[in-house]
């Protein structure tokens, strides 16, 4: 009963910006780090970025210093934010949460059904 959306994506030119949104709702009682995935064409999905419930961050080296998580702890919302974006960067975009649903000791994570990201000129 935890559901994860998430909204933002679109097509962008090289260099171009999005932000990403991942709303988590449902019966939440708790949400421990939420992280940004994502999957090209062909592709393995991979790690981009995670925030953790202290607010701290971690990236890939392939959007270090280009992407910023963010959180919004009373709506239960992240955000990515996609700046320098290049055509490498296309993929489909996965939010993940790690959440405490009904039972305020026990986490599980949630995955949404992802947004497209496309870069091209």
């Known amino acids: 009963q935890v559901h994860l959306a998430e909204s933002g994506g679109g097509l962008v030119q090289p260099g171009g910006s999005l932000r990403l949104s991942c709303a988590a709702s449902g019966r939440i009682l708790k949400i421990a780090a939420m992280g940004w995935y994502r999957q090209a064409p062909g592709k393995e999905r991979e790690w981009v970025a995670t925030?953790?419930?202290?607010?701290?961050?971690n990236y890939a080296d392939s959007g270090e210093g280009r992407f910023t998580i963010s959180r919004d702890i009373a709506k239960n919302t992240m955000y990515l934010q996609l700046n320098n974006l290049k055509p490498e960067d296309t993929a489909v975009y996965y939010c993940?949460?790690?959440?405490?649903?009904?039972?305020?000791?026990?986490?599980?994570?949630?995955w949404g059904q992802g947004t497209q990201v496309t870069v091209s000129s």
């Open positions: 925030i953790s419930e202290d607010g701290s961050t």
């Open positions: 993940d949460a790690l959440v405490a649903s009904t039972d305020r000791f026990r986490y599980s994570h949630y």
